[in-house]
């Protein structure tokens, strides 16, 4: 069950990317809000809606424990560093190398785990990867676009990988000792905090009203940010951080299955081959993590 819930929510993140594009003006449309901006209140509506819904109906649950506001407070500052990271990437870098770069995710958190704590993935996990690794490789390929990048855009963006591979590893650790709720609102209150400190210093901010914005950021708050990030730190209570990681390679492939529905972008050779690459090593490795639980 976490693991299909799983897959849901890299669907629903896979969505986000066309409706943010369009909102950047990717699309040709006039861009409605910078980068930081948009997290900054993506962030703070989810954490108010959140804040609201547990004081009506799990008033218990505002009472922390210093522990739990320790380890939240870890979470979302991994959280929101590697979204800074990678907004600030993307502005320095083609979409492509972006997209590749941040995928360095699912090598990472098995390097992570086993440098931190010595714990080797299975094999039927570590196929998974590599074969999760190939596909995205030939689903952005950043070598299509690399006199565009930019070593810093680069640089920063696998600073990104890095902090996101943190924060599943982190996260995989500590979900499993607090209730999901507040572990979820100081995950997502840090990430607006630090949003909204940093993006006056590294932007010039901009954020235009209007139905069309603000119906977008009810979407990304409600589905893409409270119910997404909700799953996620549920179903790392009951998941190995390899698995998620390995599962969340799935996003670009729903990426790019959102942006060919809804912004009538063609998928090429190339992309649906790396997109069944990605979907083989998933594969590959829910039917190891599969045998080896029914054997024993």
């Not at 897959?7 to 993140?13: E, G, K, P, Q, T």
């Not at 190995?240 to 990426?255: D, I, Q, T």
Request: proline letters at 4%; a positive charge.
């Amino acid at each position: 069950m976490a693991d299909l819930a799983l897959v849901l929510i890299m669907a629903i993140w896979g969505s986000s990317f066309s409706i943010l594009r369009f909102l950047m003006g990717g699309t040709g449309a006039q861009p409605s809000a910078t980068p930081l901006a948009l997290v900054s209140v993506r962030m703070a509506l989810a954490s108010a809606l959140l804040f609201g819904f547990m004081a009506a109906i799990k008033r218990p649950q505002l009472r922390m424990s210093a522990r739990l506001v320790r380890d939240g407070l870890l979470c979302g500052a991994l959280l929101g560093f590697g979204f800074l990271l990678q907004s600030e990437g993307l502005q320095r870098t083609t979409a492509s190398r972006s997209g590749f770069l941040t995928g360095l995710l699912v090598v990472l958190v098995p390097l992570l785990e086993f440098l931190l704590f010595r714990k080797r993935p299975a094999p039927p996990a570590l196929a998974g990867v590599v074969l999760a690794f190939a596909g995205m490789t030939l689903l952005s390929a950043p070598w299509a676009e690399a006199s565009a990048a930019t070593l810093v855009g680069d640089w920063l963006t696998v600073g990104c990988a890095l902090v996101f591979a943190g924060h599943v590893v982190f996260l995989g650790r500590v979900a499993a000792r607090y209730p999901l709720l507040p572990l979820l609102l100081l995950q997502l209150f840090v990430t607006a905090a630090i949003s909204a400190t940093a993006g006056p210093l590294v932007e010039a901010q901009h954020f235009a009203g209007g139905a069309r914005l603000w119906l977008a950021l009810v979407f990304l708050a409600l589905f893409a940010t409270l119910f997404a990030f909700g799953i996620q730190t549920w179903a790392q209570q009951k998941l190995p951080a390899v698995r998620v990681a390995l599962l969340s390679s799935l996003e670009p492939v729903f990426a790019a299955l959102w942006a060919a529905l809804l912004l009538g972008e063609r998928l090429s050779v190339r992309e649906l081959c790396g997109g069944a690459l990605i979907v083989s090593g998933v594969a590959v490795g829910e039917l190891g993590a599969a045998l080896r639980s029914r054997s024993a």
